[in-house]
């Protein structure tokens, strides 16, 4: 039987020659993540089941990444919960703060997830490992406990919708706005309990970073998971990480998807999301004359290094504007000393930029840059609900990090164009670094 | 199982940091989650409303992230069931392993306002709205789902399993 590459990596996992979507299964997961926030539960109610170990400790991934470097007692409680949770069962890929990265970030970086692999994570963006051809979904820290325990979990397998995007994209515009105009055009839940395939002639040429930004964010069109077939691209990016075999899956010719939608990318221009759901989008061109308080780039949707060399394109030799604060964020250690040894962070301190460690922080209001109340920020992030980081009458637009320099310099949202500054690869240039 | 309650609606896609916002998720204690359940989306709910109530909301309920302190919150708040249009993924999943009742009718939401007196039936999927006198049906939770729910949640329902 014809299958997706989505069914095809959940029968593997399951021992079924096939599935079909409905169906419910029981697979065995090779990777399971949990962080500073949702770990203490699930250990908690690993405890309940009164297990002394952990059904394998080199698949066990636990990442302090919230809340670090630890912002209040509380959270410093937590994660010495967790910390002396992984110190007492041996725990091989815990990550101490100093090596510790933004988790969706990181575990691709350290070769822990890889191509055709079943990952679980208990949060939501762990449908990023996606752009390596692995099924990839977040949990709630109880299905955590369940993997933790016994290393298998149930699943229902979902229909797939896939995505071609066929065209060239215009200047300035990366995954992120590809994923942006996509979730403006099917909403929030337009792809509720489903699979989101992406495919066609723009996404083979689009960067491994850019392919993460997008699988990142199919969890916010309610998508279980996002996820490409994995080709050259891929294949460099994996080669030198992997430490264990790994598997390239394609979905089959005549494989069966519940609905399958093309879009022209030479039509879409840099995507911004108004306040408050990642679905409001609007072309830059289309945005008017708002001011806003703050930047943030970074996360696990853009704070990888062509995201910060895209920033750093844009503010080369200039200052941001005096009434806004600019925040920087690599997310992993790795991308930190990387951007600093080409010359970013001169680039970044010149610009009047903050540079702040590896950290979750400001994209879930948690630290390092707040908003009061009335604030507005331009975000790389992938949410802009409402409170989502700081006061519940702040506002949040999201964007690329190219539109975010350059909303930075103009203390406006505006487009790097606007800077007179030309996108010479899409973002993947390393023109700062010559 | 059936629970009676007066209904608070909210609309569509309310999101996990709505139900618990992120800036209290440097603990995990039921009760600390309870104090701030809904504060952002409705100051009124949190303040006055009372064990047994119900949530009635639109499509998406719980969509955002995969944060399990919402069921707990509004669970340890006192709530027993949601009624909604449609949950998101993962909040679905988390709102069974938690014990949390949840039902979805498009019917049952459009059909009750707030400030309703509303009556659940777990069993049968029966929705009645005491306060008009409608009566609304939603796909029956499986038994041995109610089960879960019964014996407060995934863990509590196999540790029960394991003793029997």
Redesign the interface.
């Known amino acids: 039987m014809a299958m997706t590459i989505t069914e095809k990596i959940l029968a593997a996992h399951a021992g079924k020659k096939e599935v079909q979507p409905g169906e419910l299964i029981e697979a065995e997961v090779d990777v399971a993540l949990g962080n500073d926030?949702?770990a203490?539960?699930a250990i908690?109610?690993f405890r309940?089941?009164g297990l002394e170990s952990v059904f394998d400790r080199e698949r066990l991934v636990l990442v302090p990444d919230?809340?670090t470097p630890n912002?209040?007692i509380?959270?410093a409680?937590?994660c010495r919960f967790m910390r002396r949770f992984a110190r007492e069962q041996g725990i091989t890929h815990y990550f101490e703060v100093g090596e510790a990265g933004i988790e969706h970030a990181l575990l691709p970086e350290q070769g822990i997830v890889l191509p055709g692999d079943l990952v679980i994570?208990?949060?939501?963006h762990?449908c990023t490992y996606g752009a390596l051809g692995a099924l990839a979904t977040?949990?709630?820290?109880?299905?955590l406990?369940?993997v933790m325990a016994v290393g298998r979990l149930w699943f229902k397998v979902p229909e797939t919708v896939k995505f071609v995007y066929f065209g060239q994209r215009r200047p300035w515009v990366d995954g992120k706005d590809l994923i942006l105009f996509t979730i403006g055009k099917i909403g929030?839940?337009g792809a509720?309990?489903q699979a989101m395939e992406f495919c066609g002639e723009a996404i083979e040429s689009l960067s491994m970073d850019g392919r993460f930004t997008m699988a990142n964010m199919a969890i916010e069109a309610?998508?279980?998971n996002g996820i490409f077939i994995p080709d050259r691209i891929v294949k460099k990016y994996v080669e030198g990480r992997a430490k264990r075999p790994y598997r390239f899956f394609e979905s089959d010719a005549d494989a069966r998807y519940k609905e399958i939608i093309e879009i022209d990318v030479s039509q879409i221009e840099p995507q911004v999301a108004f306040p408050h759901?990642p679905s409001n989008v609007r072309g830059i061109s289309q945005v008017g004359d708002i001011p806003i308080d703050q930047v943030v780039i970074g996360s696990c949707t853009n704070g990888r290094l062509s995201d910060l060399i895209s920033a750093a394109c844009v503010l080369k030799e200039k200052k941001i504007a005096p009434q806004v604060r600019l925040i920087i964020i690599p997310a992993t250690p790795v991308i930190y000393r990387e951007a600093m040894r080409r010359g970013l962070f001169d680039i970044f301190l010149d610009a009047g930029a903050v540079i702040s460690p590896p950290t979750c922080g400001p994209c879930?209001?948690?630290h390092m840059g707040?908003l009061a109340k009335g604030e507005r920020v331009v975000a790389t992030t992938n949410?802009n609900?409402?409170?989502?980081m700081g006061h519940?009458e702040s506002e949040i637009y999201l964007s690329n990090p190219a539109v975010a320099a350059a909303s930075a310099v103009l203390g406006r949202i505006a487009g790097p164009t606007e800077l007179g500054v030309e996108d010479r690869q899409g973002g993947q240039n390393d023109a700062v670094s010559g | 199982m059936r629970f009676q309650g007066r209904a608070w609606k909210f609309g569509s896609n309310v999101d996990t940091d709505a139900i618990i916002p992120a800036r209290y998720l440097n603990e995990s204690a039921p009760d600390a989650l309870a104090v701030h359940c809904m504060e952002d989306e409705n100051p009124r709910f949190a303040s006055e409303m009372k064990p047994g109530d119900i949530l009635v909301a639109g499509t998406n309920f719980g969509c955002g992230s995969s944060r399990e302190h919402a069921p707990i919150a509004i669970k340890a708040k006192g709530v027993p069931c949601i009624i909604a249009k449609s949950f998101a993924r993962i909040f679905y999943r988390n709102a069974f392993n938690m014990g949390l009742a949840i039902l979805e009718s498009n019917e049952a939401v459009d059909g009750v306002s707030d400030g309703d007196t509303v009556e659940v039936d777990l069993s049968s999927g029966t929705i009645r709205n005491l306060t008009t006198g409608a009566v609304f049906s939603s796909n029956p939770i499986p038994s041995f789902m109610q089960q879960i729910i019964y014996d407060g949640g995934l863990m509590g329902h196999i540790a029960k399993r394991e003793k029997a």
Do not use: C, M, N
């Open positions: 926030i949702t203490p539960i908690e109610q309940k089941t919230h809340f912002k209040d509380k959270s409680e937590q994570g208990a949060d939501s762990t977040g949990v709630g820290s109880t299905d406990a369940a929030v839940d509720l309990y309610g998508a279980k759901l879930l209001g948690g707040v949410r609900f409402v409170g989502r519940k």
